[in-house]
């Protein structure tokens, strides 16, 4: 089976190389290219955060909703004041029209950053 240069080049470095190269394209707005560094890395390191964060952010830019949301949803099993990533969660279910749902998530975002309402 031959590799495609492509995903070589996605793969190539060491995972420090690829979190930095998957930052980059994320900077330059390229969110599908981001994805395609970021999940390999996230298959390496799967306990680390940080590239399973950008990885959510990355799916959610480029309208990948329901990665976006199978990501977000393994960060706040693990990390359930992780309020970032509650936040990302609430906005990808309001994206997908699942507002009620998204509601819950939220709020608990809100209160786990300090936001309460006024009186």
Not at 7 to 35: C, I, N, P, V
Not at 92 to 97: D, E, G, I, N
Request: without cysteine; charged residues 30%; hydrophobic residues 40%.
């Amino acid at each position: 089976m031959q590799t495609r240069p492509e995903s070589t080049y996605y793969a190539h470095g060491s995972a420090a190389e690829r979190w930095e190269r998957a930052q980059l394209f994320f900077e330059a707005k390229d969110y599908a290219g981001a994805a395609r560094v970021l999940s390999g890395l996230v298959e390496e390191v799967p306990e680390q955060t940080g590239p399973r964060l950008l990885l959510a952010r990355s799916y959610y830019h480029s309208a990948q909703l329901r990665r976006a949301e199978a990501e977000l949803r393994t960060i706040v099993e693990r990390d359930p004041v992780e309020h970032y990533a509650l936040l990302m969660l609430g906005r990808t279910l309001q994206r997908q029209a699942r507002h009620e749902e998204a509601e819950r998530h939220l709020r608990i975002a809100s209160a786990l950053a300090g936001d309460f309402p006024e009186e």
